[in-house]
Structures are given as C-alpha cells and as structure tokens.
C-alpha cells in the first residue's frame, strides 16, 4: 500500500489549523471569560467584607446608644424617686404640725378629723399631678399637629451635624427602596411636601418617600433609610410624666397608710 504524502501533509495542515482556530476562538476567550469572572467574584467579595465591617460598626453605635439610653433612664427614675421622697417629706412635716395643734380637739372629734385629713392627702397628691401635667401640656399647647410635626421635622433634619448627614446620605445610596417616614398624625400633602423636600436637601436629592402613620409615636416622626434610622418624639416625656405619676401616687398612699393608726 502507497502512502499519499500529499495527503497526509494536507491533513496535518488540516489538523493544525484546526488546533489554532481552537485556541483563538475557543479556549483563550473561554480562559479570559473566567479571569474576568474570577475577578468580579473577589471584587464582590471585597465589597461584601467592606460591608460587613459597616454594620458591625453600627451594631455597635447603636449598642452603646441602647446604653447610653438606659444609663438616662436610670437617672430619671432616681430624680423621680427623689422628688417623691421630698415631696413625702414635705407633707409629713406639714400632717405633724398640724396633728400637734390639733391634739387637743382630736378624740372629741376622730371621726371627722379621719376624714379631714384623708381628702387634705388627695388633694395634694392630686394638686402635684396637676402641677407634672400642667408642665407637659404647656410645651404643646397651641401646636398645630400636622404642621408643627412637619417643620420640627425639617428644622432638626437640617440641624443633623455633618457625621448624621452623612451615614443618611451612604444608607440612601445603598438602600433598594424608598426612604420611609412614619408619624403619630396622619401628614396632609403640604405637610409630606415639606418633608419630603428637606430629606432631599439634605440627604439625597433623588430617593423616593413613603408614609405611613405609627400610633406609638406621640408627637414625632420617625426617618428609616436602610439601615438607618433616626427619631424625634414626645415619647421619652410621656414616658417621665407615668413614671414621675406613679412615685407621687405610690408615696401618698404609703403616707396615708402610716398615719391613720398613729392617730387612733
């Protein structure tokens, strides 16, 4: 049998071309394509890291202002505690004078005196809750809700310090949805107007709002964009008002307990 070398030459030719239009057009875009993806795979896992240092950050910001929180808390109770314990003070002074002048007149009339003495207790407590209430009411009094909610708002958006602005301003740009504003009263459009329009002043010029209402909020607005959130609310003064209540109530009630035996 004859060997055509021609032929056999034209195959290997064949054979080699075929080699390198594999490697042109196959095997090297193939290799780039998965340097090029190898190298979006590290880039997202760097930003992935870069993130999870951020909100590690933040959990801790927001830990030590849960801290912070609860250290002022604690010393309103003890202010409170203290109040109420001057206030006990005051009135038990102000029953033993007047149970010394009285001493006298006393076993004739016990009955009447009892009870003359009880409503003297009520009163005062409840002149003392009049004095809290009146306290809180005279910094709202007059307020236009909606419209006073709305450009407190705006007044301590614009107040936020350069720091504040700017963790608003990176969570609005990684958010994937709209910023969300909830408040204790339901906001009329010139109100959310006016709102809406200082978000983007002062946060980012394009995001979009919602609005929702919150019954919890008492005469505040809550602003949560992403992972940030920021509150101004009358909460934190109703929450002194139950608190300051409860030590006043609970201190006459010892008062009134203590003494009625003494004067049998």
């Known amino acids: 049998?004859?060997?055509?070398?021609?032929?056999?030459?034209?195959?290997?030719?064949?054979?080699?071309?075929?080699?390198?239009l594999l490697q042109r057009f196959l095997y090297r875009p193939i290799t780039q394509a998965?340097?090029?993806?190898?190298?979006?795979?590290?880039?997202?896992?760097?930003?992935?890291?870069?993130?999870?240092?951020?909100?590690?950050?933040?959990?801790?910001?927001?830990?030590?202002?849960?801290q912070a929180l609860e250290a002022e808390r604690e010393e309103m109770l003890s202010k409170?505690?203290?109040?109420?314990?001057?206030?006990?003070a005051r009135l038990e002074d102000d029953i033993r004078e007047e149970i010394e002048v009285k001493r006298s007149t006393w076993q004739a009339h016990l009955q009447d005196e009892r009870e003359a003495f009880t409503a003297q207790l009520r009163q005062r407590a409840g002149h003392q809750v009049i004095d809290i209430v009146g306290r809180v009411l005279k910094d709202y009094a007059g307020s236009d809700l909606a419209g006073q909610v709305a450009g407190t708002f705006a007044d301590r958006l614009a107040a936020l310090d350069?720091?504040?602005?700017?963790?608003?301003?990176?969570?609005?740009?990684?958010?994937?949805?709209?910023?969300?504003?909830?408040?204790?009263?339901v906001l009329q459009p010139g109100a959310r107007g006016q709102i809406t329009r200082a978000i983007r002043d002062c946060i980012a010029q394009?995001?979009?709002?919602?609005?929702?209402?919150?019954?919890?909020?008492?005469?505040?607005?809550?602003?949560?964009?992403?992972?940030?959130?920021?509150?101004?609310?009358?909460?934190?003064?109703?929450?002194?008002?139950?608190?300051?209540?409860?030590?006043?109530?609970?201190?006459?009630?010892?008062?009134?307990?203590?003494?009625?035996?003494?004067?049998?």
């Open 1 to 20: 049998m004859q060997i055509d070398w021609l032929t056999v030459a034209a195959q290997i030719v064949n054979f080699l071309v075929l080699v390198w």
């Open 206 to 264: 394009e995001i979009e709002v919602d609005y929702t209402e919150d019954d919890h909020l008492l005469l505040g607005i809550r602003l949560t964009i992403g992972e940030q959130m920021v509150e101004w609310s009358a909460s934190r003064f109703l929450h002194r008002l139950e608190t300051t209540l409860d030590e006043v109530i609970e201190g006459s009630g010892h008062q009134g307990s203590g003494r009625a035996p003494a004067t049998g």
């Open 80 to 88: 409170a505690r203290q109040e109420a314990a001057a206030l006990r």
């Open 162 to 185: 350069a720091g504040e602005r700017e963790k608003l301003s990176a969570a609005a740009s990684r958010a994937q949805g709209p910023a969300r504003v909830e408040s204790s009263v």
């Open 34 to 66: 998965m340097a090029r993806r190898e190298e979006r795979i590290q880039t997202r896992l760097s930003e992935a890291k870069v993130a999870r240092e951020e909100v590690e950050a933040e959990t801790g910001r927001l830990r030590e202002k849960q």
